[in-house]
């Protein structure tokens, strides 16, 4: 491996399952914003080595928005090098060849594929599966046990993804926390705010925004906090407006801010100047897709110095250090009690926003082109 000039590696089709979670649904709601974090996790692959070259597969979806304007969306919001990606169209997907197929990925050395639970036989040197949900494989019919047999291994983005998807998968399988560009962030003069993001989804509704609502009114009420606000962050789209107008009439007469569709820099100076994050996503939910996989906007926030309070359940749990850098709650009594201890402590919210920072460091990009290389070298 270490001899090549230069190998590909490309992800293929970015199935709609895939990219549900960020916002995607029936190809009509938040389209590019959830096709931009998508992309952006997984073109520091891109970054991975310096003679590099990338193919990326398109599906139909992505084909009717335009590549070119995907292409110029990320590089502008995500300052990424797209120089060695190519999106290219190949037979991959239904009404595709078998028989093309077959040919077309033996020139692959390397193939990850990001999967909503479906997959394909794979003749490329080397093939990993993405998971990035705790889905379980339940087609376990001999064609399919087949299809996955040409699979190497599955990266799976959280110990809670690996814990809950990997009985069913039957491939050996190593955790890789996504990506995320800490050097970006950094904690600003503080205010008394807290912040949380999470796309205004209206269909799911499953950033428990309403919980947050009430808790933080509570929280105000009940401890005569009114200097202090509360700040709610997502992407949204025309289908979410609904949504929006009840949460501003529930949040009415309270020092809460709406911000739906946030440019990148604002977003970055509310991280940094916000005292506390919370988090709801899972609350009262069971099933484990429903719950947040692993907490990019967790990482974010830490790397900004803001102390996360966020909800005991998912990817959660293995971010944050209960006690130490924030801590994780059950009910949302326990998000008010928990709060009340950081306010009332000047101390404790100085020494846990410091552990808060250093922890981001481990989800770094340099650390996960690191993970990358050594899957891909056999280590």
């Known amino acids: 491996m270490s001899g090549w000039r230069f190998f590909r590696i490309f992800i293929t089709e970015i199935f709609n399952q895939g990219i549900l979670r960020r916002g995607f649904f029936n ?45 110029e969306k990320i590089q502008k919001l995500h300052d990424l090098d797209l120089s060695r990606v190519n999106f290219i169209k190949a037979p991959i997907g239904k009404g595709s060849s078998f028989l093309n197929r077959l040919l077309y990925l033996r020139k692959y050395d390397v193939l990850f594929f990001l999967t909503d639970g479906s997959y394909f036989y794979s003749t490329a040197k ?43 998968w039957g491939l050996m399988g190593k955790v890789i926390y996504p990506p995320v560009d800490v050097s970006k962030f950094k904690p600003l003069k503080k205010k008394h705010q807290i912040l949380s993001v999470g796309r205004f989804f209206g269909y799911l509704r499953d950033k428990k925004h309403e919980l947050i609502i009430d808790a933080f009114k509570k929280l105000v009420n009940e401890n005569n906090l009114k200097n202090w606000s ?51 996503t899972g609350f009262g939910e069971t ?11 967790t ?47 000047k101390k404790l919210m100085e020494d846990f926003s410091k552990e808060a920072v250093k922890k981001s460091k481990i989800y770094s990009k340099e650390q996960f082109s690191k993970e990358i290389k050594e899957i891909v070298n056999g280590n």
């Open 126 to 168: 080397k093939s990993i599966i993405h998971l990035q949900s705790p889905i379980k494989n339940l087609n376990q019919h001999w064609w399919a046990k087949f299809k996955l047999s040409s699979w190497d291994e599955i990266i799976y983005n959280s110990k809670f993804t690996m814990d809950e998807a990997m009985k069913s």
């Open 299 to 345: 990482v974010e926030a830490m790397a900004s110095g803001a102390i996360p309070v966020v909800i005991n359940l998912g990817g959660q749990r293995e971010i944050v250090e209960n006690g130490k850098l924030g801590y994780l709650w059950n009910s949302p009594e326990e998000l008010i009690f928990y709060t009340m201890e950081l306010i009332g402590s």
């Open 27 to 71: 190809g009509t709601i938040g389209i590019m914003d959830s096709l931009l974090q998508a992309f952006s996790m997984y073109m520091t692959y891109v970054r991975v080595w310096e003679l590099l070259s990338v193919d990326v597969f398109v599906d139909s979806h992505l084909e009717e928005i335009g590549v070119e304007k995907i292409i």
């Open 230 to 280: 509360l700040y709610l962050v997502g992407g949204s789209g025309e289908g979410d407006k609904e949504y929006l107008d009840e949460l501003n009439k529930k949040a009415n007469g309270l020092n809460i801010f709406l911000h739906p569709n946030l440019p990148f820099n604002e977003l970055k100076k509310l991280y940094g100047e916000s005292k506390i994050y919370w988090h709801a």
């Open 287 to 297: 099933d484990p897709t429903k719950m947040e996989h692993f907490g990019i906007t």
